[in-house]
Nanobody
C-alpha cells in the first residue's frame, strides 16, 4: 500500500461546501473512511465506504456529506455541503480491513490500520 495523502481542506463560511480528496493507491480492497479530530478529543468517524461502494455516515453528517471512491483513479472523496461551525476539525483519510465496514467499526480510531496526515477544515460564522 502507498501513503494516504489528503487534499482539499480550507476555510469556508457556514453553509458552504468543500470536497476533500485522498490518494489511496493500493487500497481498493480495503474499508476506507474519513475521521475527524479536534484538539483534546478522540478521532471520530464521519463516513465510511466499503470496496463495493456501500456507505455509512455519522448521524451528525447524514444528508450533508457524501463519501465516494474511484478505484480506477485511486481517489477517495468526501463531499461536504451545508457546513456547520461544529464541522471544524482536522480530517483524516483512513484505511482498514474490509470487515470493519461490515461491523461498523471503521468509525473508531482503534480500528484503523493506516492514516493520512490530515487536512484542516475550518468553518466560520
Amino acid at each position: 500500500q502507498g501513503q494516504l495523502v489528503e487534499s482539499g481542506g480550507g476555510s469556508v463560511p457556514a453553509g458552504g461546501s468543500l470536497r476533500l480528496s485522498c490518494a489511496v493507491s493500493g487500497y481498493s480492497d480495503y474499508c476506507m473512511g474519513w475521521l475527524r479530530q479536534n484538539p483534546g478529543k478522540e478521532r471520530e468517524g464521519v463516513a465510511g465506504i466499503d470496496s463495493d461502494g456501500g456507505t455509512a455516515y455519522a448521524n451528525s453528517v447524514k444528508g450533508r456529506f457524501t463519501i465516494s471512491r474511484d478505484n480506477v483513479r485511486n481517489i477517495l472523496y468526501l463531499q461536504m455541503n451545508s457546513l456547520k461551525l461544529e464541522d471544524t476539525a482536522m480530517y483524516y483519510c483512513a484505511a482498514t480491513n474490509a470487515y470493519a465496514c461490515l461491523r461498523g467499526s471503521w468509525q473508531y480510531e482503534r480500528s484503523i490500520r493506516y492514516w493520512g496526515r490530515g487536512t484542516q477544515v475550518t468553518v466560520s460564522s
